[in-house]
């Protein structure tokens, strides 16, 4: 299995940002998906997680109201819609699959991260 994560990058505060993850090699509505992120010395941090239908969804407190987690089964595609970003919002970015939802890093595969700076 293969996770290409896209779509990083330079946004001053308050805007928006769209990230897309593509897996390949498995049937992507096999797996719930989630979004973590991570800075420099902290762990990777939980952001959003999605089920395999896209029938639920669950946030961080952090994010919620200002992220969106969604999927397109038939592009293999993962995606989460940053709005009102922050500077605190800077991190690398990393989709993860899995068998459940899940909001700690126990998915069986991660893509290579994407990185994501909120200028202030």
């Known amino acids: 299995v293969q996770l290409q994560a896209c779509g990083g990058g330079l946004v001053q505060t308050g805007g928006s940002l769209r990230l897309s993850c593509a897996l390949s090699?498995?049937?992507?509505?096999?797996?719930?998906m989630g979004w973590f992120r991570q800075t420099p010395g902290k762990e990777r941090e939980f952001v959003a997680t999605?089920?395999?239908?896209?029938?639920?969804?669950y946030y961080a407190d952090s994010v919620k109201g200002r992220f969106t987690i969604s999927r397109d089964n038939a592009k293999n595609t993962v995606y989460l819609q940053m709005n009102s970003l922050k500077p605190e919002d800077t991190a690398v970015y990393y989709c993860a699959a899995g068998q459940v939802m899940a909001t700690i890093p126990g998915y069986d595969y991660w893509g290579q991260g994407t990185q994501v700076t909120v200028s202030s």
């Open positions: 090699g498995r049937t992507f509505s096999s797996y719930a």
């Open positions: 999605i089920s395999r239908s896209a029938g639920s969804t």
